[in-house]
């Protein structure tokens, strides 16, 4: 059950109690990311926090020697001995220049340790969401991918760019002044250290308000940069049915959620901080008053009411650093909760234990589904009906049928983007469970109608199919299918940039570069969903003819409209509402009159 799940069918006075629960769980999962962030790192975390351990005593020993100075050195001086007075100044000379070196070294250090968490943590996030199933994907949208790798990743670098730094310094000198406080005057410590009980209690009061802030500012920019992904890659729709002020409207509805999230969250901020001051400043005109009244008493030494007073300046000034690190803090944790939930997500399919591989051959695989039902998800209708299917290796099968009946479900099965509900998918007589990544990959390619291209040249983006290939076999598979003579006559050939998407080129110029890709791979296993949807009448006798070649010894499974891709099939099946409602040669489903060749009639009318 997830964390949102939980609060389904909860009655509302346990809501509170459960919002605490979840809340608890959420922190504990974030402190383990963190933890396992910093492990790798710990002895340089120990060293930066001895650096800024030393930088403090050498900062805080400052006042004591004015405070010597005043009370013994300057009164020595009158009396003509300047030696003491000599060494108060040499010595806090020499303090403020190594607590200088020191700080230097633990900003240099501190920024380093900084840098490298955020570069790892970026790199899990990256590498875990691309070994995420499918399934994740068309579910979690590239929106909150997004998020999590820029807006939460910025919340946890601000907070280790300065609030670490300035949390510790702030907490080192708090406690080595409160030390200080105490051996300067016990009764006057009392009164200040007093002080913290309220403030103990405001701070939890802060701690617990903030969370639930700043878990509702991370829901809130993921949902604005949410839209702004979905309206720049859908643009030319956009522009296309002049969506742009509703999409405008919807932005800005999101971003008035934001901004009210993140006014609250400020506020709590403005309300904690005020109430530090206030009692930091109550506490120093106490402490001024009674000070001063036994200074005339004589029961106090001006110089140590000096020191006391410089010290308890120093003492509540780290107070806003502290309250500025606790609302980064609580933004960082809201963070790292988004990005530890991303992260805690397991591929639906998954990596087997220990993975079989495929005996060695040359040509095709048999495939086999042995009772196989499958459903997107368990509260959505069964897409495909127990199905007994087999197809034998090096034959062409085609799927046709009505649009949602199940053939491209068929072919992600095949491919393995998803695992069947019920039954088993085979290759070879091996589960396809039972194949590591790598080796189904390396048997099984599918070429789909998005034939999307990556930015960089065409030979590139051919070479996807097999990394290690040279030139001459880029090209060779650019020859199979029909499109050496376009990719020579493009500016830089093959070295050309097809640039985002493949925005430079047209829609059949980026099918048979996959057409290519596929064929480079050289995979046992070729399944075509859609694949010559996008391509034009001569382009498509172009492919038609290579794909003698590109089909020949490999199974292969076509998924396709046009008839006249069909026709090359050696058998065909016809899907209907998740089941095989025909099965057999085209020919000889053509002459039999049933689906088949109505779907054929059809296609042939729309030709006319």
């Known amino acids: 059950m997830t964390d949102e799940q939980a609060w389904r069918g909860v009655a509302a006075e346990d809501t509170d109690e459960l919002t605490a629960a979840v809340g608890v769980k959420l922190r504990r999962r974030s402190r383990v990311l963190l933890g396992s962030l910093l492990r790798p790192r710990r002895w340089w975390v120990l060293l930066a926090f001895s650096l800024v351990v030393l930088h403090n005593a050498a900062a805080l020993s400052g006042p004591l020697l004015i405070a010597v100075a005043l009370d013994a050195g300057v009164p020595r001086a009158l009396d003509g001995d300047g030696t003491t007075l000599a060494w108060c100044v040499g010595g806090y000379l020499a303090l403020a220049v190594a607590s200088s070196l020191l700080y230097y070294a633990f900003m240099r250090l501190s920024g380093r340790i900084g840098r490298d968490v955020l570069t790892d943590l970026r790199q899990r996030v990256f590498e875990h969401s691309g070994r995420l199933s499918v399934s994740f994907h068309e579910s979690y949208t590239s929106g909150k991918v997004v998020s999590r790798m820029t807006s939460d990743v910025d919340a946890l670098e601000d907070l280790l760019d300065t609030g670490v730094e300035n949390t510790l310094t702030a907490v080192l000198s708090m406690v080595g002044i409160a030390g200080l406080l105490v051996v300067l005057d016990p009764p006057l410590a009392v009164l200040v250290l007093a002080g913290f009980i309220p403030i103990w209690f405001i701070t939890r009061w802060f701690q617990r308000h903030s969370d639930r802030a700043y878990r509702g500012t991370r829901g809130a920019i993921a949902k604005v940069i949410v839209q702004f992904v979905e309206t720049m890659n859908g643009i030319r729709a956009v522009q296309a049915f002049r969506r742009e002020p509703r999409n405008e409207a919807i932005l800005g509805s999101l971003n008035d959620e934001f901004r009210g999230a993140n006014r609250r969250a400020f506020d709590l901020m403005a309300h904690f901080t005020l109430a530090v001051r206030l009692i930091g400043n109550l506490s120093l005109a106490l402490v001024l008053a009674i000070g001063a009244w036994r200074v005339i008493g004589g029961g106090l030494e001006l110089g140590v009411l000096t020191a006391f007073t410089l010290y308890l300046r120093r003492f509540y000034d780290p107070l806003d650093d502290i309250a500025m690190f606790a609302n980064s803090y609580s933004s960082a944790t809201a963070a790292l909760e988004k990005i530890s939930g991303l992260l805690q997500e397991r591929p639906d399919v998954a990596e087997p234990d220990h993975p079989v591989e495929l005996p060695r051959h040359a040509g095709g695989r048999r495939i086999t589904f042995d009772g196989v039902e499958f459903r997107y998800r368990p509260d959505t209708p069964v897409v495909l009906h127990p199905l007994d299917l087999d197809i034998a290796a090096g034959q062409t099968v085609a799927l046709v049928g009505p649009t949602g009946a199940g053939k491209s479900t068929v072919a992600k099965l095949v491919a393995r983007f998803y695992d069947p509900t019920a039954g088993t998918v085979r290759l070879d007589g091996v589960d396809l469970r039972s194949l590591g990544d790598a080796e189904l990959r390396r048997s099984v390619v599918m070429v789909t109608q998005e034939n999307f291209l990556f930015s960089g040249s065409v030979a590139d983006n051919i070479a996807l199919g097999d990394p290690t290939a040279t030139r001459p076999q880029i ?62 009448v001569p382009t498509e006798q172009v492919v038609q003819r290579a794909l003698e070649s590109v089909l020949a010894d490999r199974t292969a499974l076509i998924i396709a409209h046009r008839f006249s891709t069909v026709l090359i099939a050696d058998r065909a099946l016809v899907i209907a509402d998740g089941r095989v409602a025909e099965d057999g040669p085209p020919a000889d489903l053509i002459a039999g009159g049933g689906h088949f060749a109505t779907l054929h009639a059809t296609w042939r009318d729309s030709l006319v």
Do not use: C, M, N, W
């Open 475 to 536: 090209e060779a598979a650019a020859r199979a299918v029909g499109g050496h003579e376009f990719i020579t006559a493009l500016p830089e050939g093959y070295d050309t940039d097809v640039r985002k998407r493949g925005g430079r080129l047209s829609a059949g110029q980026r099918q048979i570069i996959a057409f290519a890709r596929a064929y480079l791979a050289d995979p046992a296993v070729l399944v075509l969903d859609e694949a010559t949807s996008s391509l034009d």
